[in-house]
């Protein structure tokens, strides 16, 4: 799924979740040097992206769930309203309606300059 990024600079950029550190795609980051940083992005986060953490601050809503066997995957509704994917083991069994903690881990940015 896609959720709007803003660049910071050409190894960082922000999301509602946090800061994403990686080599953005150079057709994101043309002109941001020049113009102060902020250029817009769509990111897109992998199920795998999203991390089950009790721990964590950052909460959201089960909306909806598939058991997938060792895991089951996730359909979260962020404070925004944005949605968003999770593989979570299976053995984490939460109700619809339940706002767990999540956390990113992103090993690669995967992003695109937004649609016109």
């Known amino acids: ?14 999301i509602e979740l946090g800061a994403l550190h990686g080599e953005i795609p150079p057709m994101c980051e043309l002109g941001c040097d020049q113009c102060g940083k902020g250029c817009q992005v769509e990111v897109l986060l992998r199920p795998d992206d999203i991390v089950h953490d009790d721990s964590s601050a950052l909460r959201a809503e089960v909306t909806h769930k598939a058991f997938r066997g060792a895991e089951i995957l996730y359909t979260l509704r962020l404070a925004s ?36």
């Open 81 to 116: 309203g944005r949605k968003l994917l999770a593989l979570v083991p299976s053995h984490h069994n939460h109700a619809l309606g339940e706002r767990i903690g999540i956390r990113l881990d992103v090993d690669h940015v995967v992003a695109f300059p937004p649609a016109p």
């Open 1 to 14: 799924m896609f959720l709007p990024g803003y660049v910071r600079s050409s190894r960082e950029l922000d």
